[in-house]
């Protein structure tokens, strides 16, 4: 079985203001950079879009009908101060839905032995009742909820080693005994959540604040004393990555000082324990990473250990 990688070009359609870091430019990097003879093997898709049937598997029904709202106007609408809609923004955030949700279902169907999914916008910041962080709807979290429908699937762990705490998906999954949600993430730093105290309803979420500074190598040794006992003692049927790319020592928003290379690493490490306990489902969709430089060299590396794994 092959890696499969999922986009489509409609999310090249939410436009965001000159200058704003969540970029059309992010997408077309990653695109030009896995259309490489190096990524000749991949299983490339479109995605299929989603439905507002799956926003309200965990989102509520006001926050879906002020997204529909604003983006019915012609012109940009702000839904907070960095996070901007307009009349394509609805169907591009609803592909990165849809995207999860198809690879959710390659891997599991034995179509795929894993799966990377770049969509725009993102999607971890994006609560129950509220947009923000550049972010409409919680792909990741919705996904995961998806993946419980399965009959196969009892269990769900979520990965997000974004550089910014993902405060949506822990908002959405805070009370899904089945979903175990980890995030990684510097602190101090927007959105200002993520403390170790924080745990769930169900002890089903664990936080790794990081300091200003850590390195890859740092990272690593939080993953095998920290992050993978907590999964392999979780033993998830299906694991999902929520995969930003900020942490890289070159990216603007932040101040961490991960290498492109350190990318290749921890998702080899995913890999292995997703073949230990899941049969090799994993699922990884894009949030952040805002060097395009370092984004494309980064998901590059992200994407071989993929295939490899």
């Known amino acids: 079985m092959k890696t499969v990688f999922i986009s489509n070009p409609e999310c090249n359609k939410h436009i965001n203001p ?7 430019l992010r997408l077309k990097t990653i695109i030009s950079t896995l259309n490489s003879d190096s990524f000749s093997s991949l299983n490339k898709k479109k995605a299929k879009i989603g439905s507002f049937q799956d926003v309200l598997s965990l989102h509520s029904k006001d926050h879906l009908d002020l997204i529909i709202e604003k983006s019915t106007h012609l012109e940009q609408s702000n839904l907070d101060a960095d996070t901007i809609v307009n009349r394509d923004s609805l169907p591009a955030a609803l592909y990165g839905i849809g995207s999860v949700k198809q690879a959710i279902d390659l891997v599991i169907g034995g179509e795929a032995k894993n799966a990377f999914c770049a969509t725009r916008p993102p999607g971890h910041h994006a609560e129950r009742n509220k947009a923000m962080g550049f972010c409409i709807f919680g792909n990741v979290a919705i996904g995961a909820k998806y993946a419980l429908s399965h009959k196969s699937i ?3 762990a979520i990965l997000d080693f974004d550089v910014h705490h993902g405060n949506g998906t822990q908002n959405l999954i805070w009370n899904e005994k089945n979903i175990l949600f980890i995030s990684s993430h510097q602190m101090p730093l927007f959105p200002g959540s993520g403390y170790s105290d924080e745990t769930g309803a169900f002890n089903n979420i664990l936080n790794v604040p990081l300091k200003s500074g850590t390195d890859g190598s740092h990272y690593l040794k939080v993953m095998d004393e920290i992050i993978l006992p907590k999964i392999e003692n979780f033993s ?3 694991i999902l990555l929520s995969a930003g790319f900020d942490a890289h020592k070159n990216d603007p928003l932040a101040n961490l000082n991960w290498l492109s290379e350190d990318y290749y690493k921890i998702t080899q490490k995913m890999c292995f324990v997703a073949e230990k306990l899941c049969k090799k489902r994993m699922v990884s969709s894009l949030e952040g990473g805002y060097n395009l430089s370092a984004l494309g060299e980064s998901v590059a590396f ?3 250990a993929l295939m490899e794994g």
């Open 18 to 24: 000159i200058g704003h870091p969540e970029q059309v």
């Open 154 to 156: 009892r269990k769900v």
């Open 236 to 238: 998830p049927d299906i």
């Open 302 to 304: 992200h994407v071989k």
